[in-house]
């Protein structure tokens, strides 16, 4: 039985989307979790953040072209992932001819349905309002939302914010916005310290304790690796171990 389905989104690039799934993801696998990490953006390149090869991808799970079991690659222990490329955005235009609309949107959760023997799924969603983002909103029962406190964090999260409340309240739906994740913060600037005190006025418990600007966290996935193989004693570290433990304690 999957107990977590957990959707990282935000329609903005560049917020810390795939560096929170990596460290999220990796971090509960540490902790015996067994999780299942899915690359719903084209251009995000998770495969490449943990150093993963892969033959078959979301877009042949999608277009029915290789198995579900084809498709998860061997991460870590205890962590797999469903990769994504560019070969993505000609699998989406196919998707949209293959039947009606109503069943294009739940393509993903078809496939996705011998999906067994894993505590959490992880999808890393891309920056955009598709098809494929759809696919994966009717499947998450719960979504994370990165923000970065160093750009209009707070005008940006209340349009995420207001999008996905309007997009819950769509028929088939069932997911939560269950976290804010303040992200590249830096304590030592007034603003990002202002943006954190609105953020939590705004949106109170709901808001994780903020990940730092490090620059441990920029060099890991260069170096596919995650943050606690690159650098176990950083703040990103550290950061992102917080970020795990009050996931868990969430659920
Ligand atoms: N807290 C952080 N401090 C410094 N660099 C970060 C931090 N979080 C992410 N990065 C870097 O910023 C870039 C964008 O992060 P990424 O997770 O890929 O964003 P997204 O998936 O939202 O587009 C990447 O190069 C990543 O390594
Ligand atoms: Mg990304």
């Known amino acids: 039985m999957i107990k977590r389905t957990i959707g990282v989104l935000?329609?903005?690039?560049?917020?810390?989307?795939?560096?929170?799934?990596?460290?999220?993801a990796s971090g509960l696998a540490e902790r015996g979790e067994r999780v299942l990490c899915v690359d719903l953006d084209a251009q995000g390149g998770l495969a490449t953040y943990l150093d993963v090869h892969y033959t078959y991808s979301l877009s042949h799970l999608l277009l029915g072209q290789a198995e579900l079991a084809a498709c998860i690659v061997?991460?870590?222990d205890n962590l797999d992932i469903?990769?994504?490329?560019r070969t993505l955005f000609q699998a989406e235009g196919e998707l949209w001819r293959l039947?009606?609309?109503?069943?294009a949107r739940y393509t993903l959760t078809e496939r996705m349905r011998g999906v067994e023997g894993y505590d959490y799924v992880i999808f890393d969603f891309s920056p955009s309002i598709s098809l494929v983002s759809e696919n994966g909103l009717l499947y998450v029962k719960e979504i994370l939302v990165p923000v970065a406190t160093n750009?209009?964090?707070?005008v940006g999260t209340r349009q995420v914010i207001d999008t996905l409340k309007a997009i819950s309240q769509l028929p088939g739906h069932q997911f939560q916005l269950s976290l804010i994740i303040p992200t590249f913060f830096q304590g030592r600037l007034r603003k990002d310290r202002e943006v954190m005190r609105l953020l939590r006025q705004y949106f109170s418990d709901k808001v994780a304790h903020p990940i730092r600007s490090d620059?441990?966290?920029s060099e890991a996935p260069g170096h596919g690796m995650t943050i606690y193989e690159y650098a176990a004693n950083s703040n990103g570290a550290a950061d992102y171990r917080r970020l795990v433990e009050r996931v868990t304690k969430n659920g």
């Open 151 to 154: 750009y209009l964090a707070l």
């Open 74 to 76: 061997r991460a870590r």
């Open 82 to 85: 469903i990769a994504c490329d």
């Open 215 to 217: 620059v441990k966290l």
């Open 99 to 103: 039947g009606n609309t109503q069943q």
């Open 10 to 24: 935000n329609y903005k690039g560049g917020t810390g989307k795939t560096t929170t799934v990596v460290n999220l």
